[in-house]
């Protein structure tokens, strides 16, 4: 008994010192627009933890001083959007994953959900609108929001509308239509 706990207390202080924090390359983006380049990593609830190398010692920073962060190729912005958790909505501050960008950026949540569980959620945003767009996954709610959304281009508007493209053809549509926004804009 004894041996086990003073192994469960050695495991719980390592766990909490910085030589046990897992570190990713990347960068963190400040609220006031400067950029933490070097190692990242993630640190108690809603915080982050940046090291400018192995050698340098680790500043913490809460979530409320991060407007985004970058681990090897996949980044993040931090929104207010409202999420669904199981059927319910909940607005919330979180960081997206962009998953597509362009004139239209495609942008996935993922967080826990009701009883434990996992949910995802997909956000379309267009640059000159602040609050990302929830793409709903029911059926027929999808397509008579998303022909609207990109009803600047009729042909992927008529793929929506004729139920050729669905909730999983997201990434499809999103990269067609930043193709045809970028031939066809001004």
């Not at 400067?34 to 500043?59: I, W």
């Not at 979530?63 to 059927?87: A, C, H, P, T, W």
């Not at 053809?169 to 926004?181: E, Q």
Request: hydrophobic fraction near 35%; include cysteine.
């Amino acid at each position: 008994m004894k041996k086990t706990l003073l192994v469960l207390t050695l495991l719980t202080f390592y766990g909490l010192t910085p030589h046990a924090q897992q570190y990713f390359e990347g960068n963190l983006v400040l609220e006031g627009g400067d950029t933490l380049n070097g190692l990242v990593g993630f640190g108690p609830e809603g915080t982050f933890v940046f090291q400018k190398d192995k050698k340098t010692k680790p500043v913490y920073k809460k979530e409320s001083e991060v407007s985004g962060y970058q681990i090897g190729y996949d980044i993040y912005r931090k929104f207010y959007v409202e999420v669904l958790m199981g059927n319910f909505p909940e607005h919330r501050i979180v960081f997206l994953e962009a998953i597509v960008e362009g004139p239209v950026t495609l942008y996935e949540y993922k967080g826990k959900g009701l009883l434990f569980g996992e949910h995802t959620n997909h956000f379309l945003h267009h640059a000159e609108i602040e609050i990302p767009f929830r793409v709903p996954k029911r059926s027929g709610y999808f397509r008579a929001e998303l022909k609207n959304y990109f009803k600047d281009c009729e042909l992927i508007a008529g793929k929506i509308k004729s139920k050729e493209y669905g909730y999983d053809d997201l990434i499809d549509i999103v990269v067609k239509f930043n193709i045809w926004y970028e031939e066809n804009s001004y």
